[in-house]
């Protein structure tokens, strides 16, 4: 009577560890791979977010009423596609008067990787210090570019928060941004 018990526990104990590969039988695609290669495998396929599948919003601002001031402006990207991924920091650059100049990753925060599915948002902050108009050490901007890590396409906005103040120079503005983080809840 003994024996029976111990039997069931035995193979019941032998079906579970065969079924805790993680990613199941070598089918949809895994080829007999492990479950690990598989879960890999998995994670890769979710291609990283697309600027035109997203939906941009810039401000509301914290703008910089007077030179010497610092401001912020959020920005928050919504996905309108397929599920996709972030990470790191945008590619931004502020152009005005004939003069484009990269915008700085502020170093000191750890970027995340972010998965963003249809509908999901996530958001940067950037920071500047406004410059004195007519100033020749502050880059008059008009227009703020926008780009997803990895891609060499932008979308323009306009920049309505006055001069940029530069770091020595108009070309080396004195602003910065943060990583990508999910917005919301």
């Known amino acids: ?21 993680g990613g199941g039988s070598g089918s949809a695609g895994t080829s ?29 601002a914290n703008a910089a009423t007077a030179a010497g001031d610092t401001g912020n ?5 919504t996905n309108k596609s397929a599920q996709c991924t972030l990470k790191g920091f945008p590619g931004l650059s502020v152009e005005g008067g004939g003069t484009s100049a990269a915008v700085a990753a502020d170093k000191s925060a750890a970027p995340e990787q972010l998965t963003l599915a249809k509908g999901d948002t996530a958001s940067f902050t950037i920071t500047y210090v406004r410059g004195a108009e007519g100033d020749a050490k502050s880059l008059a ?45």
């Open 141 to 185: 901007v008009k227009t703020l570019k926008i780009a997803l890590p990895g891609a060499d396409t932008a979308q323009s906005f306009p920049w309505s928060y006055g001069p940029v103040t530069g770091k020595g120079s108009a070309s080396s503005p004195n602003a910065s941004t943060t990583p990508f983080q999910h917005a919301g809840d």
């Open 1 to 21: 009577m003994r024996a029976l018990p111990i039997a069931v526990t035995v193979l019941a104990a032998a079906l579970a560890l065969t079924s805790c590969d």
């Open 73 to 77: 402006i959020p920005v928050t990207l």
């Open 32 to 60: 007999g791979k492990s479950g690990d290669t598989a879960g890999s495998a998995k994670k890769a396929a979710v291609a990283a977010c697309v600027i035109g599948d997203t939906g941009i919003q810039v401000g509301p």
